[in-house]
């Protein structure tokens, strides 16, 4: 079946630092969702790529899509204590409900 | 900011047990989610739904779970004997049509 993999699993910055997710799919998407999760809450939606290559930013935040559909980064610049959470990317297949993938969990150290 | 809602917040229950979780879904949208996450897991799709029948559906949805439109405002989802492997959060979540999922807070489900 469809796969969506994430990496890293785990990452701990310094705050300040920039921190950067990726993920990958096993098949082309239509387009991807990425997300955010507090630790105790739900996932909170950031953002949809759709087109092949499309970079879109949200203040400290840059999203990426890649050429072939299949891959897409978050990069977040000067990482802060509220960026704390776990980033998840959602992968819409051609036809098919979103695969999501199992996360990057960030700690920002003050 | 309109916001989807669930009930209970968590919900405990014993092996066997049948459960309703319940959703409110943001009033214009069409389109309804279930999802699960177990515990420091990704989140799973279980369930979609859309014009009053589920357009698709997971290999975890079994026949033990249905969800249901009872009304014009909520969505539910039954499990008929729940299992130990049952216990999660569940999300719901509903769209518009465009592209932003919006989720509930969740229902834990613990079953002992």
């Known amino acids: 079946g469809q796969q969506v993999m994430q990496i890293p699993q785990y990452q701990h910055v310094q705050e300040g630092e920039d921190f950067t997710t990726y993920c990958n799919s096993s098949t082309t998407l239509s387009n991807i969702q990425w997300y955010k999760q507090r630790p105790g809450g739900h996932p909170v939606f950031l953002i949809q790529?759709?087109?092949?290559?499309e970079v879109k930013k949200q203040k400290r935040l840059t999203f990426q899509f890649g050429e072939a559909k299949k891959n897409s980064s978050l990069h977040i610049t000067a990482t802060q204590t509220t960026d704390v959470g776990t980033y998840f990317c959602?992968?819409?297949?051609?036809?098919?409900?979103?695969?999501f993938g199992p996360g990057t969990r960030l700690s920002v150290l003050p | 900011e309109p916001e989807v809602t669930q009930t209970p917040s968590h919900q405990v229950t014993q092996m066997g047990q049948e459960v309703i979780l319940r959703c409110v879904p943001i009033s214009n949208h069409l389109y309804f989610y279930w999802y699960r996450q177990i515990l420091g897991q990704k989140v799973e799709f279980l369930v979609s739904f859309y014009n009053n029948e589920i357009s698709e559906k997971s290999e975890i949805f079994d026949d033990q779970f249905s969800v249901e439109r009872p009304d014009g405002s909520n969505f539910t989802l039954k499990i008929r004997s729940t299992k130990l492997e049952d216990s999660a959060m569940y999300f719901c979540a509903s769209i518009s049509g465009g592209d932003e999922q919006y989720f509930g807070p969740g229902t834990r489900l613990t079953v002992t």
């Open positions: 959602a992968g819409e297949p051609y036809g098919q409900n979103f695969v």
């Open positions: 790529l759709v087109k092949s290559g």
